[in-house]
């Protein structure tokens, strides 16, 4: 049992589905009063009632208060779990930027705003932003999902330099395919990119408890996806070339 979440209060945005369910169940396993949240309110509810928790459906930038009500006052464990995929180029809509904007980056800030002074006053707190190696890296076929993903890990690090030592931990899981039907909706650019080493939910929930248990900032459920950041950090065009090597095999199969 991780000792940090037992008792915790716990709320799981886009918690309906694959990675969020498997992040509230694995939370409720270790002890903690799960709020499971989703746009889907009948997906909220099967899961809150599979684990013994509390289904509050909705918008996630929009239910703070009333977890917050539904756990006693206090929210302990704030997962910013719920995203899309966006997939396509610059010439992707408006609408695609602005919906990827604000569930994959603003829904984080609004929960952040929302969640700080509480945390800030009584010195402890715990952020979990799913972000995804796309993040860290990118992915090719989806400027949208890449653009914001790169700003929701902008905002977790913000987050943890400038309020570490206040007792607000953060952590910015960043697992490249996971088995969910996110990746089913990847097309292509998934099979090639993602599919091979995809992993299953419950391997990136584990992922985020060891990663709770040694209060690591970085949760990467691939491991491999640390040498190849180090890769891009070290040498930039080479890794830009290699990419676009990559690119252009997609484009072959399309």
Not at 13 to 22: L, M, N
């Amino acid at each position: 049992m991780v000792g940090a979440v037992q008792s915790a209060g716990v709320v799981v945005t886009g918690a309906g589905g694959g990675i969020g369910a498997a992040l509230a169940r694995r939370f409720a396993a270790e002890g903690a009063r799960v709020v499971v949240n989703d746009l889907d309110a009948a997906k909220a509810k099967a899961v809150a009632d599979e684990i013994g928790g509390i289904s509050v459906p909705g918008d996630a930038s929009l239910i703070i208060e009333e977890a917050r009500d539904a756990l006693d006052g206090t929210v302990d464990v704030y997962c910013a779990n719920a995203g899309v995929g966006s997939g396509g180029s610059e010439a992707a809509g408006e609408d695609v930027w602005a919906l990827a904007w604000d569930v994959n980056v603003m829904a984080h800030v609004r929960a952040a705003h929302a969640l700080l002074p509480d945390w800030l006053e009584r010195g402890s707190g715990r952020f979990v932003s799913t972000v995804s190696a796309a993040g860290l890296l990118t992915m090719i076929g989806a400027a949208p999902y890449s653009v914001t993903k790169h700003g929701a890990y902008a905002f977790a690090e913000w987050l943890s330099l400038t309020y570490r030592h206040r007792g607000v931990n953060v952590h910015a899981i960043c697992p490249q395919g996971v088995r969910t039907d996110m990746l089913a909706a990847t097309g292509s650019a998934g099979d090639l990119v993602l599919r091979p080493t995809a992993i299953e939910p419950e391997d990136v929930a584990a992922a985020l408890m060891k990663g709770i248990e040694e209060n690591r900032f970085l949760i990467l459920p691939h491991p491999e996806v640390a040498g190849y950041y180090q890769a891009r950090a070290a040498d930039p065009d080479r890794w830009m070339t290699n990419m676009n090597h990559l690119q252009q095999k997609w484009e072959t199969t399309e």
